[in-house]
């Protein structure tokens, strides 16, 4: 395979940790104390990247004993103990902590049996207003032990499924940790979904209790729900409760119980104690082209997963407030509430993220105290064009990291941070996937940051960039793959009996080996590059480059607000390669506009990945998580028809769709 550019920059670093940071780190502490009591690789005095690298290659290397030291060292609370770490190590299929029984949810609450912080903050929720407001520990407590008694009360059973038709909002967090604490399977959708994007996902796993809002606030409007919420439950014949949650203050509708009556008790919470591998909650794949996967993940392979996580690459802990711009139809959301896995106040903010201005997301960061910010790379791209100065317009001194993910964080973006932010910040891009509800690569506090890069693959995950032949290359693009398992992968998806749904989504190329689906390159540095989706990948003349190399260089330009490219190839073994732009206003893509955007990609990347035509749009379709829909409109370029090639209720725009799908047919045609 041929090696993607590289960024032009000598690999220096933009940012250097501090030798007090690094000694504080808490995965340094845990990297001296699993040497001393697990057989670490002592660390390498006065060499942080040698050091990583040895405990990263350790951890991959010997996957009991490190889930065995994180468990220890997160105090994991086993009510029955496991008879080992990893009794099979086969993908899918990984049997993780057999015969130990535990509880998420007991993990998430634990912060409030410390009477020293009990009346501290455990939530901080913000709305577009931006005055937060406190849910402290004791009370979140309080309130899931009256919920949970209610939904027992209501029948619900270890295994029976709990939905959300939620915001941001703490409710939501009540309601996810009261289904873990009974044993339910908890899965949400955003009130921004149409119904037909609700029932897609919940028909599948045909939930017991529905949770809903009225409707909720968006760029200063009011958005009525009532009429969605009907839907759902004239078409979710499995329901055998509705919780009203009047965000807007409207009347419960008839039948439906009241969020108040069910909270308002004040028992202590009963932990039901289920198997490591029990179904925690259900996420959702795009659905892009079809139905989306529903994917389970387990109460202990999440809560060991999000310890680490947390813990060792993002150094979060009690004092600390997190941030995370999301909402409950992404995974970004579970892993922000399991910040109170480890006694860190987290920060929810249900509104838009540029309302009233674009750096409404900074302000709320200021408001609450945040120390670890986290947003998408799209975000800090439009702070940049919008010419905004958080660092030196609001109070932004407690933020010790900014950390951004959805899609690669182009290197304008690192440097915006650094200049507009601070020139002494942690930035970590990191990179996952809902697949496993965190992340393959990303944040490590002691690593120094390159521009363009993130800064390693994460403990416990053997990442590597393989070739068409399945070897592992270095400093050349790969496919991103997963040679070991991980506690977070799906215990199984949702109405797939026989695995074969599963299996094909990640075994197919690689068996028994983890198969993502993105381009990655991994540095004799030990960083790691995003390239963007391999089954999206332009490919002339035998040069592969991802779709994010494209944006990056194309967006800088103040003229595109955003853009789309896709590869197709055609029926006579050509290839065409349109470029989809999507204008700033005022602009126009008139030939100087034309020649510059050529010679952009022409000089910073490749002459081959020129685009045969640049065509405007009146906007780029995404998923409903924001993601750039690549894979159906190639199909529809294709020539596919619209119905066959896309899920008109996982884009965020449908109406978008049928200006590709009329040039696909044209082409075709022609």
Same mark, same amino acid.
């Given at each position: 395979?041929?090696?993607?550019?590289?960024?032009?920059?000598?690999?220096?670093?933009?940012?250097?940790?501090?030798?007090?940071?690094?000694?504080?780190?808490?995965?340094?502490?845990?990297?001296?104390?699993?040497?001393?009591?697990?057989?670490?690789?002592?660390?390498?005095?006065?060499?942080?990247?040698?050091?990583?690298?040895?405990?990263?290659?350790?951890?991959?290397?010997?996957?009991?004993?490190?889930?065995?030291?994180?468990?220890?060292?997160?105090?994991?609370?086993?009510?029955?103990?496991?008879?080992?770490?990893?009794?099979?190590?086969?993908?899918?299929?990984?049997?993780?902590?057999?015969?130990?029984?535990?509880?998420?949810?007991?993990?998430? =609450? #634990?912060?409030?049996?410390?009477?020293? &912080? @009990?009346?501290?903050?455990?939530? !901080?929720?913000?709305? +577009?207003?931006? $005055?937060?407001?406190?849910?402290?520990?004791?009370?979140?407590?309080?309130?899931?032990?009256?919920?949970?008694?209610?939904?027992?009360?209501?029948?619900?059973?270890?295994?029976?499924?709990?939905?959300?038709?939620?915001?941001?909002?703490?409710?939501?967090?009540?309601?996810?940790?009261?289904?873990?604490?009974?044993?339910?399977?908890?899965?949400?959708?955003?009130?921004?979904?149409?119904?037909?994007?609700?029932?897609?996902?919940?028909?599948?796993?045909?939930?017991?209790?529905?949770?809903?809002?009225?409707?909720?606030?968006?760029?200063?409007?009011?958005?009525?729900?009532?009429?969605?919420?009907?839907? =759902? #439950?004239?078409?979710?014949?499995?329901? &055998? @409760?509705?919780?009203?949650?009047? !965000?807007?203050?409207? +009347?419960?509708? $008839?039948?439906?119980?009241?969020?108040?009556?069910?909270?308002?008790?004040?028992?202590?919470?009963?932990?039901?104690?289920?198997?490591?591998?029990?179904?925690?909650?259900?996420?959702?794949?795009?659905?892009?082209?079809?139905?989306?996967?529903?994917?389970?993940?387990?109460?202990?392979?999440?809560?060991?997963?999000?310890?680490?996580?947390?813990?060792?690459?993002?150094?979060?802990?009690?004092?600390?407030?997190?941030?995370?711009?999301?909402?409950?139809?992404?995974?970004?959301?579970?892993?922000?509430?399991?910040?109170?896995?480890?006694?860190?106040?987290?920060?929810?903010?249900?509104?838009?993220?540029?309302?009233?201005?674009?750096?409404?997301?900074? &302000?709320?960061?200021?408001?609450?105290?945040?120390?670890?910010?986290?947003?998408?790379?799209?975000?800090?791209?439009?702070?940049?064009?919008?010419?905004?100065?958080?660092?030196?317009?609001?109070?932004?001194?407690?933020?010790?990291?900014?950390?951004?993910?959805?899609?690669?964080?182009?290197?304008?973006?690192?440097?915006?941070?650094?200049?507009?932010?601070?020139?002494?910040?942690?930035?970590?891009?990191?990179?996952?996937?809902?697949?496993?509800?965190?992340?393959?690569?990303?944040?490590?506090?002691?690593?120094?940051?390159?521009?363009?890069?993130?800064?390693?693959?994460?403990?416990?995950?053997?990442?590597?960039?393989?070739?068409?032949?399945?070897?592992?290359?270095?400093?050349?693009?790969?496919?991103?793959?997963?040679?070991?398992?991980?506690?977070?992968?799906?215990?199984?998806?949702?109405?797939?009996?026989?695995?074969?749904?599963?299996?094909?989504?990640?075994?197919?190329?690689?068996?028994?080996?983890?198969?993502?689906?993105?381009?990655?390159?991994?540095?004799?540095?030990?960083?790691?590059?995003?390239?963007?989706?391999?089954?999206?990948?332009?490919?002339?003349?035998?040069?592969?480059?991802?779709?994010?190399?494209?944006?990056?260089?194309?967006?800088?330009?103040?003229?595109?607000?955003?853009?789309?490219?896709?590869?197709?190839?055609?029926?006579?073994?050509?290839?065409?390669?349109?470029?989809?732009?999507?204008?700033?206003?005022?602009?126009?893509?008139?030939?100087?506009?034309?020649?510059?955007?050529?010679?952009?990609?022409?000089?910073?990347?490749?002459?081959?990945?020129?685009?045969?035509?640049?065509?405007?749009?009146?906007?780029?379709?995404?998923?409903?998580?924001?993601?750039?829909?690549?894979?159906?409109?190639?199909?529809?370029?294709?020539?596919?028809?619209?119905?066959?090639?896309?899920?008109?209720?996982?884009?965020?725009?449908?109406?978008?769709?049928?200006?590709?799908?009329?040039?696909?047919?044209?082409?075709?045609?022609?």
């Amino acid at each position: 395979m041929t090696t993607a550019p590289q960024p032009a920059e000598a690999p220096q670093p933009l940012w250097h940790p501090s030798a007090d940071r690094i000694s504080r780190a808490q995965v340094t502490r845990f990297h001296v104390w699993a040497a001393e009591h697990h057989g670490a690789p002592a660390p390498v005095p006065g060499d942080p990247a040698a050091s990583y690298a040895a405990l990263h290659r350790w951890s991959v290397e010997e996957l009991e004993r490190f889930w065995q030291a994180v468990t220890e060292w997160c105090r994991v609370r086993f009510t029955t103990p496991y008879q080992r770490v990893l009794a099979d190590r086969g993908m899918p299929g990984a049997a993780w902590f057999p015969g130990a029984t535990l509880n998420y949810a007991q993990h998430a =609450l #634990r912060t409030a049996e410390d009477s020293a &912080r @009990a009346a501290e903050p455990a939530l !901080l929720y913000v709305d +577009e207003t931006h $005055e937060p407001q406190p849910v402290s520990w004791a009370e979140l407590r309080r309130q899931v032990g009256s919920l949970a008694a209610e939904l027992r009360r209501l029948g619900v059973r270890p295994g029976d499924r709990v939905s959300g038709y939620l915001p941001n909002i703490p409710q939501a967090v009540v309601a996810l940790l009261a289904t873990a604490a009974v044993g339910g399977v908890w899965t949400s959708c955003a009130p921004d979904f149409g119904a037909r994007s609700v029932l897609d996902r919940f028909q599948q796993v045909e939930p017991v209790v529905l949770f809903a809002v009225d409707g909720y606030h968006y760029g200063g409007k009011r958005h009525q729900r009532t009429d969605v919420v009907a839907e =759902l #439950r004239a078409q979710l014949p499995t329901l &055998r @409760a509705v919780v009203h949650i009047p !965000l807007l203050g409207t +009347e419960a509708p $008839e039948g439906a119980l009241e969020w108040s009556a069910l909270t308002s008790a004040d028992v202590e919470p009963v932990f039901e104690q289920v198997p490591f591998d029990h179904p925690l909650w259900v996420l959702y794949s795009s659905g892009t082209t079809g139905l989306p996967k529903a994917i389970v993940q387990s109460q202990g392979g999440i809560l060991v997963e999000h310890l680490k996580q947390l813990t060792l690459h993002c150094d979060l802990g009690p004092g600390d407030r997190f941030f995370w711009y999301t909402s409950t139809g992404w995974m970004m959301w579970n892993f922000l509430v399991s910040g109170l896995l480890v006694g860190a106040t987290t920060v929810l903010y249900d509104g838009s993220p540029g309302y009233p201005d674009t750096a409404a997301q900074w &302000r709320v960061a200021e408001r609450t105290g945040t120390t670890l910010f986290g947003t998408s790379a799209a975000y800090v791209m439009a702070c940049r064009k919008a010419d905004i100065h958080p660092g030196r317009d609001l109070d932004l001194s407690r933020i010790g990291c900014v950390a951004t993910t959805g899609s690669p964080l182009p290197p304008d973006g690192f440097r915006w941070i650094h200049d507009e932010i601070s020139a002494d910040m942690w930035i970590a891009s990191v990179s996952g996937g809902t697949d496993v509800c965190s992340c393959f690569a990303g944040a490590v506090p002691t690593l120094p940051v390159h521009i363009g890069e993130l800064q390693a693959p994460c403990l416990g995950t053997d990442l590597q960039a393989w070739d068409a032949q399945g070897k592992p290359v270095t400093d050349e693009v790969g496919e991103l793959v997963v040679a070991a398992p991980m506690p977070s992968m799906p215990v199984r998806f949702w109405n797939d009996p026989d695995g074969s749904r599963y299996r094909e989504s990640y075994f197919e190329m690689y068996p028994g080996v983890w198969r993502h689906g993105d381009w990655i390159t991994l540095t004799s540095r030990g960083s790691v590059i995003i390239h963007g989706r391999s089954d999206s990948t332009l490919n002339r003349q035998g040069v592969r480059m991802g779709s994010a190399d494209i944006y990056e260089a194309v967006e800088r330009l103040p003229e595109i607000r955003e853009s789309l490219v896709i590869g197709v190839e055609l029926p006579d073994g050509g290839y065409w390669m349109p470029l989809f732009v999507h204008l700033a206003p005022g602009a126009a893509l008139d030939d100087a506009l034309l020649e510059k955007i050529k010679r952009t990609i022409r000089e910073q990347l490749s002459p081959r990945h020129v685009p045969d035509e640049v065509i405007q749009v009146e906007a780029v379709p995404h998923t409903l998580t924001g993601k750039r829909i690549e894979v159906p409109v190639k199909r529809l370029l294709q020539g596919t028809p619209l119905a066959k090639a896309v899920n008109p209720g996982s884009v965020d725009n449908p109406a978008l769709l049928s200006f590709y799908e009329e040039l696909g047919r044209r082409r075709t045609e022609a």
